[in-house]
């Protein structure tokens, strides 16, 4: 069995406030000190310790977490054209990922969606290096820009056989994917 030490000490706060002249404490009631060490940047922590608001700690940027969130810090680098041709890709993928669900009448695993997203992104570089190229009046940036929509087709033709495999494997164990179970509780509300 462990014992606590407790002590009678001055009272203060609201105790001394409300008449009392000590108060018995234990050491689990006293605050502990800051975890952060004493030789601290002053400018950005309060007398307490703690953070002050518009700290540099704070205005750091934070790293989204992800598969592609280390990247942004990079993405965010790089040329503006580039960007923007890439924004578009990653719509474009969000788009084919609903098309693919549609056409397919089942759910899509994230192997799927992670290749048809890398698909439309390599579609979206490759548009990007054809334009520079022409640009540029560079050819071989033709022949890599060639060679990635080659990949992107690639992988498109990938996510769509896996998603037709997927799909009939589903149907195969008699499971409803969410988006059957969803369009059979419309329709059956629908009716009177």
């Known amino acids: 069995m462990t014992k606590t030490r407790s002590d009678w000490r001055a009272a203060h706060g609201s105790a001394a406030a409300g008449g009392a002249l000590v108060v018995l ?6 605050d502990l000190p800051p975890a952060s060490p004493t030789d601290t940047d002053r400018s950005d922590r309060d ?29 965010a680098k790089a ?21 693919f669900a549609l056409s397919h009448g089942a ?3 994230s192997g799927v969606c992670g290749l ?3 698909a439309a992104e390599m579609r979206a570089d490759a548009a990007y290096l054809r334009a520079r190229a022409a640009a540029d009046g560079n050819p071989e ?6 060679t990635i ?19 009939e494997a589903m149907r195969q164990r008699g ?5 059957d179970r969803v369009l059979e509780n419309i329709t059956k509300k629908a009716k009177p």
Do not use: C, M
């Open 149 to 167: 929509s080659t990949s992107a087709r690639q992988s498109e033709r990938d996510a769509w056989e896996f998603a037709v495999r997927e799909a």
């Open 107 to 109: 759910d899509l695993s």
């Open 47 to 75: 007398t307490s310790g703690r953070f002050s608001p518009g700290n540099s700690i704070a205005r750091r940027r934070k790293s989204r977490v992800g598969i592609t969130g280390a990247l942004h810090a990079l993405e």
């Open 141 to 146: 940036l033709l022949k890599i820009a060639a």
């Open 79 to 99: 040329d503006p054209e580039w960007q923007a041709v890439r924004r578009a890709g990653r719509r474009a993928a969000r788009h084919r990922i609903g098309e």
């Open 25 to 30: 404490e234990s050491p689990r009631d006293r």
């Open 175 to 179: 499971g409803q994917s969410q988006t």
């Open 116 to 118: 048809i997203y890398e």
